[in-house]
C-alpha cells in the first residue's frame, strides 16, 4: 500500500487472530494527519484488537503496520510511546493517586515524573491537558474518591498531556454524561483539525458521523468500508452490520 507525506499510520492487509479466533481478517486501512478515524463496528467486530496492532500490543500473524514509515514492531517501546498516546477502554487502577499525578503520567516517556516534580515545561503541558478535558478542578484530587466520569476525563488529560502525534482511543466517551460526551468528542476533533491523527472506537453512530472524517466499519473482523461519513453508515450497512435502519429525526430503529 502506497505511503505519502501525510500518512501516519498505515494497516496493510493485516490478519490476526487470538484464542484461534481470526479477530482482524485482511484488513487495510489509512489514517492521516489532521485526520479523526472513527472505528464502529458491533461488539467482538474487531476495534479494540485494531487498536491494540497499531501500537504493537498485538502482533499481526500476517500483514504489516506502519506508523510514519516504520514497521511499529521496528520501534523501541519508548519510540511508541513517543509516537502514539493511547486511550483503553479498560482504565482502572491499582492504587490511588491525585488527578495531576494521573495526568502527569502522560509526560512518561519524556521522563517526567509526579505532577509536583515535573519540569515547568512539562507541568504546562499537563495544566493544559487538564483544562481541555474539562478537569483542572480534579487535580489534586484522589482518584478513587472520583466518579466513573470524573476518572475518565483525567484519563483523557493523560493522553492529551503526552502531546503524541497520534492518538488512539478505546471508547473514550464511555462512562461520561452527555455534555462530557460532546466535550470529549470536541476534544479529538480540535486535536486533529491541529494535526494530529487521531482514531478512536465509538458505539454512538451519531456522534462518530457528527466528528469523524473518516468511518471505518469493522464487521466479525473484516472491514467493510472505510469512508466519509454518510457514505459510511448509508443504508445498506447499518442493515448488515448494525441490524438497524435510521428514522425520519436521525436517530435509529431496530429492523
Not at 110 to 115: D, L, R, S, V
Not at 143 to 164: K, P
Request: hydrophobic share 45%; proline share 4%; glycine share 8%.
Amino acid at each position: 500500500m502506497s505511503q505519502t507525506g501525510t500518512t501516519r499510520i498505515v494497516l496493510d492487509h493485516v490478519r490476526l487472530s487470538r484464542g484461534g479466533a481470526c479477530v482482524l481478517d485482511d484488513v487495510s486501512l489509512v489514517a492521516t494527519r489532521g485526520q479523526l478515524t472513527a472505528l464502529v463496528g458491533p461488539n467482538g467486530a474487531g476495534k479494540s484488537s485494531l487498536i491494540k496492532t497499531v501500537l504493537g500490543l498485538l502482533k499481526a500473524e500476517s500483514g504489516a503496520v506502519w506508523v510514519d514509515g516504520a514497521p511499529v514492531q521496528m520501534l523501541s517501546p519508548k519510540a511508541r510511546a513517543r509516537a502514539m498516546a493511547y486511550l483503553p477502554q479498560d482504565r482502572s487502577l491499582a492504587w490511588s493517586m491525585t488527578g495531576g499525578d494521573l495526568a502527569a503520567l502522560g509526560r512518561f516517556a519524556w521522563g517526567a515524573a509526579a505532577y509536583d516534580r515535573l519540569p515547568p515545561a512539562d507541568r504546562r503541558q499537563v495544566d493544559i491537558a487538564l483544562e481541555h478535558a474539562s478537569a483542572s478542578h480534579l487535580k489534586n484530587r484522589l482518584v478513587h474518591d472520583l466518579s466513573g466520569g470524573e476518572q475518565a476525563r483525567l484519563h483523557l488529560a493523560r493522553a492529551l498531556a503526552s502531546n503524541a502525534p497520534v492518538l488512539l482511543a478505546d471508547e473514550p466517551i464511555s462512562a461520561l454524561d452527555p455534555r462530557h460526551q460532546l466535550e470529549a468528542m470536541a476534544v479529538l476533533r480540535r486535536q486533529a483539525d491541529q494535526g494530529a491523527t487521531v482514531i478512536c472506537a465509538l458505539h454512538d453512530l451519531e456522534l462518530a458521523r457528527r466528528h469523524a472524517d473518516q468511518i471505518a466499519v469493522l464487521d466479525r473482523g473484516r472491514l467493510r468500508i472505510a469512508a466519509a461519513p454518510d457514505q459510511a453508515l448509508n443504508d445498506q450497512i447499518l442493515a448488515d452490520v448494525f441490524g438497524v435502519r435510521r428514522t425520519r429525526s436521525e436517530g435509529f430503529e431496530m429492523l
